[in-house]
């Protein structure tokens, strides 16, 4: 059939970063959600999603160093010109522990609370306390940090850049993901209720009046 164990590897890594992504994805879209939500009872089904998801992240994180560090090895026996002395493949490997670290010791409990804190609230227009929670920057830039961080790394191993130029690239997406964060934050923060924007609002009342 010509496939080799190498590109077997391959196909399981690729599939497992598209995983990554799409669970990345979800929590991506449930944060947003949350913090404007008008009634706790909307906020319940992106809470249970973030509950069952954040615990797989490391578990995807460590499948995905043992796959990539399985195809090192097989690329330097197959003769495909890379190794674990390579830059790229240093860069790589320091910015997935790093960017992992980072998600375990501020993103994964302050979401466990958020979580806690949701599952505990009575239904109704969230308290301002849970408003707060649902905007922690503990749990946006750390988040952030990791999806362009890990996206930096992809490219870095789809285009195998000299070392002295490969750490610019996870550098460059985490950069980027903490002025998404930092976009979003703002926005989400000059909000009148937390769910509808100042100005929507005084366009609202104002167009009800004159009815």
Known sequence: MGISLFNFVL???I???VVAFAMAGIVHAGMPAMARARDVSQMRPWAELLHRLDPLFPVVAL???GLGSWLVHLGAHTGDGFSFKD???ITSIVTLVVIEGIAGALLAPTAKRLVASIHEAADGPPSAELRVAARDPKIWYPGHIATFGFLGIVFVMATKPAGEW???FPAA???IGVALARLQ???LTSTSDGSVPAQRAAATETAVQQA
């Open 11 to 13: 196909f399981l890594h």
């Open 185 to 187: 934050l703002v926005r």
């Open 166 to 168: 490969a750490w610019l």
């Open 15 to 17: 599939s497992l970063v």
């Open 63 to 65: 499948f995905l160093l």
């Open 173 to 175: 997406g985490a950069a």
């Open 87 to 89: 830059g790229w493949v």
